[in-house]
């Protein structure tokens, strides 16, 4: 997953993160952050452009953020749509209004990996990219 550079303390990562929000300060925040953590991330505000990424695999997606309510469109719509091609991306849905999609109600009823609630401190979804980074490290050992 990470690596660590020789003689360096700059980690290098094979990992990639794509994050969809449709508030660009959060993409901003979310990005240095996971950037921070040694990871590769893509952001963007246009959900047509993020199912574009996931399907062109170049580069491979392996973690798929997505915020659930958006100008013009929901998460539930953009993950219908990607889990046509791409059943294996791992996706986290993000959402500052709980309260309108519970987070036991999203995991049951929409093709998800995780959900998390926006935080200022990102700890919860770094915690979430943690956990989707050893299940996929799994998903890999299994299929050697």
Do not use: W
Request: glycine share 4%; hydrophobic share 40%.
């Amino acid at each position: 997953m990470r690596k660590k550079l020789q003689n360096s303390n700059i980690v290098k990562s094979d990992i990639t993160i794509l994050v969809l929000d449709d508030e660009v300060g959060i993409l901003d925040i979310i990005k240095n952050n996971v950037e921070k953590n040694g990871y590769n991330c893509l952001v963007t505000d246009d959900h047509i452009e993020a199912i574009r990424l996931i399907k062109s695999k170049e580069p491979k997606i392996d973690i798929f953020i997505t915020d659930y309510l958006m100008i013009g469109v929901t998460a539930e719509h953009v993950i219908d749509e990607i889990r046509e091609f791409d059943k294996d991306v791992y996706i986290i849905l993000q959402t500052g209004y709980s309260q309108n999609i519970p987070g036991l109600y999203a995991m049951k009823n929409f093709e998800i990996d995780s959900f998390v609630e926006k935080s200022s401190d990102l700890k919860d979804l770094m915690i979430k990219i943690e956990i989707a980074l050893k299940a996929l490290k799994r998903q890999y050992n299994k299929n050697k």
